[in-house]
Structure formats: C-alpha cells, structure tokens
C-alpha cells in the first residue's frame, strides 16, 4: 500500500530536485509525465522522514542503502522468460556456431593463456553479460540458450554474468522463483526441459542452468575499468535499459559496452533502442546487421569492414522528451525501436490542425508511458485515440502502438489482432504487415509471413517519413526494405 504523503507537503514542489539527485547520484531521467510515479517512490522510500527532511539529507550525505531504496522503487522493469524470442534464436542458430568454430581455430592456433584477442581466445570461456537483468529472466533464458546450444559437448566452456542497479531485483533473481506471470511466452515442453516446479505454480530453472549465471549489482553508466575491460563478453544482452538514463550516463554506458564487446562479439539492443552516429560505430568496430527478424550489433573480427547494411548518417539527434534528452553531441541514441526516433524529422510545409495537433501528443505521450514502463496507462492514452473522431490514419497508429505494447508482454494473439486492426484502418500503413510477417515467421507459417513481409516491402516505398521516424526504431528506409527482403528469402514457400 502507497504511505499518503502529509497534506500539508508540496510534493510536486520537491520533485525538481528529486530529478537532480537521480540524474546526479543513479544516473537516471525522469520527465514531467513521470511525477505520479516520483511522488509514489519519494513518499514511499522517505518513510516517517518528510519528503523535504529526506531530500535535505540525501543532498548533504546521501547513503547506499537510500539510494538503493530509490533505485528498488524506480527501476523495477517487466520482463519474462523468452521476451523478444527471435534474439534468442538469431544467437543461437546464426552466431554462436561461428563463435564456436572461432573458439577453436585460436585455441589450436595458440595453446594456453588465459585472454586471447579474438573471440574465445585461448583458454577462455564464452561471457555473456546481461545488463540491467532485472529480476533475472532475461539471463536464464541466455543460460537456457547457451546450454541448448551445445557449447559443452563442443568443448566450450561458458558463464552469464548478470547485473543490475536494483539490489532488491538482484534478490529475486537470485532466490529464482518464478510464477506463471514471467513463464507466459514459454511452452509447456520448454518448462518441462528447464525448470523444475517447486510449488504450485511457481517454476525455478533446473541447478544445470542456474550454476552458471551469477549476480551483481552494478551501474551500467559509471567508469570501471577493470570490470568493462576491452574483449571481456562475447555476447552482450541490454535491453530496455538505455532509455532510462541521463545523457552524462548514456554516453558512459554506450562506451562501457561498446568497448567491453570483444571482436566477433554481438550486443543485442531492446526494440527500444538503436545505436546511432556513424563516427561511434565505426570507432567501436560495431557493423549493424540482421538475422531472425531482428537487428545487432557486431564488432567485426577483420577491421575496417563496410557496415550492414549502409553507414549511418553522421548528423546528431536533437533531444525531445520520449528520449529523455539523451541524444547527445556524437549522436548515440536509445530511440525507440518501433517507437520514436529523434532524427530526420521533416517539419511540416504548412500549419497544422491543432486537434490533429493534440492527437499527435497523445501518440506521442502514450509511446513515452509504453516505452517507461507504464503500459497500462499508455494502453489509455492509445484507447482515446481509437475513437470515431480521430482521423483513420491516427487510429490505425494506435492500434499498431497498443500491438507493440502486446508483443512486449508477450501476448502475441492480441499483438497480432492489433496489428491487423492497424492495417485495416490505414491500407497504406507498412509497418504493421512488416509486424504480422515477423510474427507468422515465428509461428512457422511460411505462406503468411511472405505474403504480410512482401505487403510491407511494396508499402514501405511511400511510408511517410514522418510514421518511420516515430515508429522505426531508428532504422531508415532502406534498412527496413532489407529486412523485409532478408526475411522474405529465409521464409520462401
């Protein structure tokens, strides 16, 4: 239950500096839309203090066990075993064999030692990280992909490292009891192969998968040289995470993992995010490409390698609220996959209507909740837009928001239904047919998803650039054709 904060408190008068303390000391960005949930945590975590008395306080000493109470209250993250499953696959079908036969060429190459300077180097075992795990779905399910892999009868040791700023989440991770809410996109066969019931509907992986991750708390956008050394992970899982920082800690995180990804290793980004600014990617090593229906990252074994699928453009992002002001002066960017991105807004020739106006800030204030973490009040402000007196084109945007909220929940049905109402409303809208091919590729059905993927190849031509730029995470034109192509190839009937 939610402490009421004294009524005689100015709250909202203290959530400026509640703002700076956690951009200051976590790292972290709220905006104004953000406050009913800052208020909630400040009343909460000040306890029998007043909120005026335990900002006081945290300004002049701020200490651990404070910081990790804000941190427990603002950074817990839904997430669920086999979120986003084509990252999954396209690590373990497309990458890790190459990984393997990596590992084996410089381990035959050169006996002993412990660091190489590849990938697997001699005498080292494969390292995933997964940043900002969360309650530990997320690293399970790359223990769980790891070990179907079958590193070990290849020879190939490995581990998990798992971290994250929340210790009250690292708990729960840790203690690895999960219910039937965060195994709801797993089917009953993988249950039964990995995980054992302990109760009544609540599962643990089997002792084979959880001995091989371990977990720590750590601030993904402070300097550590020791533990973000050059070449220290293979594979790198961040999901979800960038989007919540302060530029100062973006920039920080970026280089951290950026230069921690050893060459031939693979960083896989949210739908959320994207890595922007061809000076950066090129600087890192990292080439974009695609497999499974799904954008990475990879630092290239032979340097100087053309990206994939183009290079970026290098003009900088201008900062707006739905990033939280991260874009910065080298344009790296966490813009939202499938969401909005800042760059290569075209403005408009003419004034617009102002109630088509407010209708485009209601979009855009319902992304923004549904990228926070708020999915329920973004799937309302999605709702008032589905009604008779919005323009069919807004609806339709809406409609395909609300199936963006539901793959990441999980809920593919309804993901799918939403998607398919989007297309429905606006004939001309590509983006929901390039979804519903994903999804039917995942289900394995081949027909349907070559059909939705060539629909959306022939709509992307005149997409409006203004929907790309609020809805194709970052990736141009172009990119989204060759996925589109790319996908349509490996699905051919």
Known sequence: MTRAAPADVDIPALLPRLRALLA??????FDERQDDRLTAALTRVAGPVSPARFLDQMELAPTRARLDALAAELTVG??????????????????????VRSLSESTQAAPGGRWGGQLGGPGRRLRALSAGCASGEEAYTLAVTLHRAGLQA??????????????????????????EWSL?????EQRDLWFHRVDPGVWTPLPAIRERVRFAQRHLGQPDAMFWAPGSFDIIFCRNVLIYFEPGALRQAIRNLTGALA?????FLGHAETLRGKDVATEAGLVLRQAHGCFFYRRELIENTRAWPLAWTAAAAPATPSTGGA?????????????????AAEAPSSLSDPGE?????????ALHLIEAGQVEDGLRACARLITPGTPAALQAEGLFLHGLAMEERGQLPAAEWHHQRAAAKDASFALPHLRLGLLARRRGEVIAAHRELRRALELLDEESTERLRRF????DRDDLRRLCRDEMQETRA
């Open 24 to 29: 200051a000391r976590l790292g972290l960005h």
């Open 78 to 99: 839904e997430t669920f075993f086999f979120r986003h499953a084509e990252q999954f696959d396209a690590l373990r079908f497309d990458l890790l064999p190459g990984m």
């Open 154 to 179: 290849q020879g190939v040791d490995w581990e998990v490292l798992a971290v994250d700023l929340n210790p009250a989440a690292l708990a729960r991770a840790t203690a690895a009891r999960y219910g």
């Open 184 to 188: 709801r996109a797993t089917p009953q």
């Open 263 to 267: 060459p031939g290793g693979v960083l």
């Open 327 to 343: 874009a910065t002066e080298t344009a790296i960017q966490a813009s939202p996959g499938w969401a909005a991105d800042a760059t």
């Open 357 to 365: 106006d407010a209708d485009q800030a209601l979009l855009d204030e």
């Open 472 to 475: 194709g995470g970052g990736f």
